[in-house]
């Protein structure tokens, strides 16, 4: 499979704001979200794409929004319905828009940690806490946490977001708003996780993004995706160091032991590279949803 197969959509006439990986059109009552098929890594946009990413963080975004149920953004998966002007290659739409609601998005990254890895790990070994909260001692990387924790951060358009303390996020969006946000975000964690955990997949940690409607704040972006979540096979699941997951592993890897110094335009991933992350991405979406990947 070609890494250059798939070009970025492009509809004109329409407001666009652009993403690492969503390019939002603002329909005026209403949003049209693209998912692209660019994927990012130690804050870059790499120049090769994954074919077809952006439908599983599409469809499985939908996936999620119907089973978990409750509030959400989400009222199309069909780009027919947004009205786009004329003209508009509404084939290269499909599968990878969502037509929303509009919000006032909480300026908060909503992350909830159920294992011990990544940043918490490298924390945790020095300090015994993560993000600030202390947790039992003598754990190992990997270790599912006794119980979840949130860790908020600030959501940031390029780079690393920041983590915070749960005070700095009542300091910027209110006490009752940030106990709120705490709340559903365990909770849609934890029934998600339960429900991924039953096949074959842990979720050990993801983020939400909420925003403020009419009715209160519901769920907007993406939810337990692979590019929002770090997934892992259970049945390699083992403590005491990094796991496999269902990500962009096969990006990093490459991109670790390809020379590249981090600090200027990253180069172009292989074709064995950009087919077994799709491979990845595809896998994870067939095991959740128990569906076929529409897209081959």
Same mark, same amino acid.
């Given at each position: ?101 509009? $919000? ?7 992350? =909830?940690?159920? +294992?011990?890895? *990544?940043? /918490?790990?490298?924390? #945790?070994? @020095? ?97 337990? $995706? ?7 096979? =259970?049945?390699? +699941?083992?403590? *005491?160091? /990094?796991?496999?997951? #269902?990500? @962009? ?48």
């Amino acid at each position: 499979m070609s890494s250059s197969v798939v070009p970025e959509v492009a509809i004109p006439s329409v407001p666009v704001r652009h993403g690492k990986v969503r390019d939002v059109y603002d329909l005026g009552d209403r949003l049209l979200l693209v998912a692209s098929d660019r994927i990012s890594a130690f804050d870059w946009i790499l120049p090769t794409r994954i074919p077809d990413k952006g439908r599983v963080l599409t469809q499985l975004s939908a996936f999620w929004f119907d089973l978990l149920g409750g509030a959400h953004h989400l009222l199309s998966l069909d780009p027919a319905t947004a009205g786009l002007p004329a003209g508009v290659d509404l084939e290269s739409l499909r599968g990878r828009t969502m037509v929303v609601r509009k $919000t006032k998005v909480v300026p908060i990254e909503c992350v =909830v940690r159920g +294992y011990l890895s *990544g940043s /918490g790990w490298k924390e #945790y070994q @020095k300090s015994g806490t993560v993000c600030g909260i202390t947790l039992p001692p003598g754990l190992v990387e990997s270790d599912r946490l006794p119980e979840p924790i949130f860790t908020p951060a600030t959501k940031a358009e390029s780079g690393h977001d920041e983590n915070i303390s749960f005070q700095q996020m009542c300091d910027a969006v209110g006490t009752h708003t940030a106990d709120e946000l705490r709340r559903r975000s365990i909770d849609v964690y934890l029934r998600g996780a339960e429900y991924a955990l039953a096949r074959g997949i842990i979720i050990a940690d993801t983020k939400f993004e909420l925003g403020q409607a009419d009715d209160g704040l519901i769920l907007i972006d993406e939810v337990m $995706t692979p590019d929002s979540s770090r997934f892992w096979p =259970v049945e390699l +699941y083992e403590p *005491g160091h /990094g796991q496999p997951s #269902y990500d @962009k592993q096969f990006v990093r890897d490459w991109l670790e032991t390809s020379g590249w110094d981090k600090n200027s335009p990253p180069p172009a991933l292989p074709d064995d590279v950009v087919r077994n992350t799709r491979a990845k991405y595809v896998e994870a979406f067939e095991k959740l949803t128990g569906r076929e990947f529409g897209w081959k």
